[in-house]
C-alpha cells in the first residue's frame, strides 16, 4: 500500500509513489494505527525538513503513536509547503536559515526554533484551517526558489523560467508570467530566499536549466 505521506508544494498530503530527496514530520503524530491520516495533518507547529539517512537510525514508517514521516521532492517543495530545515539532522541549513530571516529583518533578535515555527507554520495552518486565499505577487518580484500557483499548477520561478512540479521532479520550463501569480512559498520563507538561502533542488531542476 502506499501511503499517504507525499507533501506537495501546496502542503497537502498525498499517496504517491516517488519519494523524494527529503523527509520531515509535522511535530508529532497525526495518523492512526491503520496508518491513515487523521482530519487534521499536524500535530504542532514544529514543522521541519530532515535527510532521508542520519546516524544509521532507521524507522518503521507511521509506527502507532510515534511521528508522522512525510517526504518532499525537494527542499525548494518543504518550504513552500511551510517547512524549515531541522536544526538536529540539517543544523548547518538551519542556521544559515535563520541568518538569512535575520538579514531580512523578520527578527531583530536572534529567534528560536519555535518563533521561527510560529510564524511560517502558523501561517499554513492559517490558510489551510480557514482556507484563506494565496496572495497574488508579481512573479518577477518572486525570489529564486519559490513556488507559486499558475493554471491550476505549481511552479518554481528561478530567474526569468518558471519549472512545472511534479512529485517526480521538473517535468518542463516556460518563459515567466508576466505580472501577479498566486504566491505559494510563506511570506517569512520568501525572506529567507531573499537573504540568500538556497535550498537543495531535485537533479531534474539542473537538466531543465542547462
Excluded at 491503520?34 to 509506527?63: A, N, Y
Excluded at 482556507?131 to 505549481?154: S, V
Amino acid at each position: 500500500m502506499t501511503l499517504q505521506n507525499r507533501v506537495d508544494p501546496f502542503g497537502k498530503i498525498h499517496a504517491a509513489p516517488s519519494r523524494g530527496l527529503f523527509m520531515g514530520n509535522r511535530g508529532g503524530c497525526f495518523h492512526r494505527d491503520d496508518q491513515t491520516l487523521k482530519p487534521t495533518h499536524w500535530s504542532s507547529r514544529q514543522w521541519i525538513i530532515c535527510v532521508l539517512e542520519f546516524k544509521g537510525r532507521r524507522r518503521k514508517l507511521m509506527q502507532p503513536g510515534l511521528y508522522t514521516e512525510l517526504f518532499f521532492m525537494d527542499e525548494a517543495t518543504a518550504l513552500a509547503a511551510g517547512h524549515r530545515p531541522c536544526f538536529e539532522c540539517r543544523r548547518a541549513e538551519a542556521l544559515a536559515f535563520r541568518a538569512a530571516l535575520m538579514t531580512r529583518k523578520v527578527f531583530e533578535d536572534e529567534p528560536s526554533a519555535s518563533e521561527i515555527d510560529s510564524l511560517i507554520a502558523g501561517e499554513m495552518q492559517a490558510r489551510i484551517r480557514h482556507n484563506l486565499p494565496l496572495a497574488f505577487i508579481d512573479a518577477l518580484t518572486l525570489p529564486d526558489a519559490a513556488m507559486f500557483e499558475h493554471q491550476g499548477k505549481a511552479w518554481l520561478k528561478w530567474q526569468d523560467t518558471a519549472f512545472a512540479w511534479s512529485f517526480s521532479g521538473y517535468e518542463g520550463a516556460m518563459a515567466l508570467p508576466r505580472g501577479p501569480v498566486k504566491c505559494l512559498t510563506p511570506s517569512a520563507t520568501l525572506e529567507a530566499l531573499r537573504g540568500g538561502y538556497l535550498p537543495t533542488l531535485h537533479p531534474s531542476f539542473n537538466r531543465l536549466a542547462a
